[in-house]
């Protein structure tokens, strides 16, 4: 008995599996990360009752003069709009209350501030890029950022 082998084919078959996943599903209670997630602190204008008022209680209202100056609107304008840049000195902008940033500017006087900040200047756009601003919001705006640096004309 002869066995010839003469030709030995190999095959290969491929088997496919089919695997079954179970998507398993979180189930999360968005309540209650909400809750978690609320701001802690809100900006609180003067003129709003934030219901904290026992932590200014102790001040004395009349003593601050200077700095109350009919600026709460201005304070608001500024940390909306023209805080990116002129709180960190983004774009080159002259951060609010360091001198020496502003010395040169502060020498052109306000109204060439003002002008400048209405109007725009090099890299600060026109009314901080926000042409929704009246120019007396600007002006508002530009006394409270100057206010620490120079003493703003009282021309109102
Ligand atoms: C996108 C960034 C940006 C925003 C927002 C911005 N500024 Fe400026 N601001 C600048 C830069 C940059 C300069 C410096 C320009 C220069 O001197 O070349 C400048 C300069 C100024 C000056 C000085 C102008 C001068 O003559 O020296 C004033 C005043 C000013 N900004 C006011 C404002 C006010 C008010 C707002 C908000 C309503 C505001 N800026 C928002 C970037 C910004």
Redesign the pocket.
């Known amino acids: 008995m002869r066995v010839d082998a003469k030709l030995i084919k190999s095959g290969l078959v491929a088997l496919g599996v089919l695997a079954g996943v179970a998507g398993a599903q979180a189930a999360m209670n968005k309540d209650d990360i909400a809750e978690r997630l609320a701001p802690v602190g809100e900006v609180c204008l003067a003129s709003e009752d934030c219901g904290n008022a026992s932590a200014s209680a102790a001040t004395d209202a009349s003593a601050d003069s200077a700095d109350s100056g009919g600026s709460a609107g201005g304070e608001s304008?500024?940390n909306n709009?023209?805080s990116?840049?002129?709180e960190t000195g983004?774009?080159?902008?002259?951060i609010r209350g360091e001198e020496d940033a502003w010395a040169?500017?502060t020498d052109?006087g306000f109204d060439?501030?003002?002008s400048?900040?209405i109007n725009g200047?090099?890299?600060?756009?026109a009314?901080?890029?926000?042409p929704s601003?009246s120019d007396d919001?600007?002006h508002t705006?530009?006394t409270y950022?100057?206010e620490p640096v120079m003493d703003v004309p009282d021309d109102e």
């Open positions: 304008i500024y709009v023209c990116a840049c002129h983004a774009a080159g902008a002259p040169a500017r052109q060439t501030l003002l400048h900040a200047y090099n890299g600060m756009p009314k901080g890029g926000n601003l919001d600007m705006a530009v950022m100057v």
